[in-house]
């Protein structure tokens, strides 16, 4: 699939709610994976291949030099036998603790800059089998989370930045607006 870019509208539609998992959204969240992963991400939002829904995929699983955990029941764990994990109408509930860190976003190519996120978030979704779920992340993979949930209610990257990254970054900005 082709990842939306900067300056497409669709990047900043709130997601419709799913009430049902058909077949063809079960294809587009496995279309989603492939395209997450041939573009080496960790994540990406159902907006970004053109689809105002409230659906993410999320996968650090490749991501061995950066800590991240799933507490499920007041148990860490493995994270791989998780992944990918496609969420659906997620909820997060966030820590008090934040950390800054560079991000990047698969609709922004070659673009970076600090975030200020929560270093830990809970989250309620559904997942694309139709369980439920309720967890807690830290580390990469809740900051992939939220990453990707600001998507689904038509949030950026950019929109987190301080004024300082923003004027730095500004330049490439208006470039990529322009091309979309």
């Known amino acids: 699939m082709d990842i ?53 995929v999320v996968d650090v699983t490749g991501a061995e030099d950066e800590e991240s955990a799933m507490i499920v029941d007041g148990e860490e764990v493995n994270l791989a036998e998780w992944s ?23 609709s922004f190519p070659g673009l970076t800059g600090s975030v200020t996120r929560p270093s830990e978030v809970s989250v309620k979704a559904q997942l694309i089998d139709g369980r439920h779920v309720e967890f807690h992340a830290r580390g990469l993979f809740a900051r992939a989370i939220q990453h990707e949930v600001d998507h689904l209610n038509g949030i950026l990257f950019i929109d987190r930045m301080n004024s300082t990254t923003k004027a730095i970054i500004a330049g490439k900005l208006k470039k990529m607006q322009k091309g979309a």
């Open 84 to 106: 990918p994990m496609v969420l659906l109408n997620p909820e997060l509930d966030f820590g008090p603790a934040k950390e800054t860190a560079k991000e990047g976003c698969l």
């Open 4 to 56: 939306v870019k900067y300056g497409d509208p669709v990047l900043r539609v709130r997601g419709q709610r799913i009430e049902t998992i058909t077949d063809e959204l079960r294809s587009l969240a496995e279309a989603m994976i492939e395209t997450m992963r041939a573009a080496n991400g960790v994540g990406l939002a159902a907006q970004q291949v053109g689809h105002a829904l409230q659906m993410a």
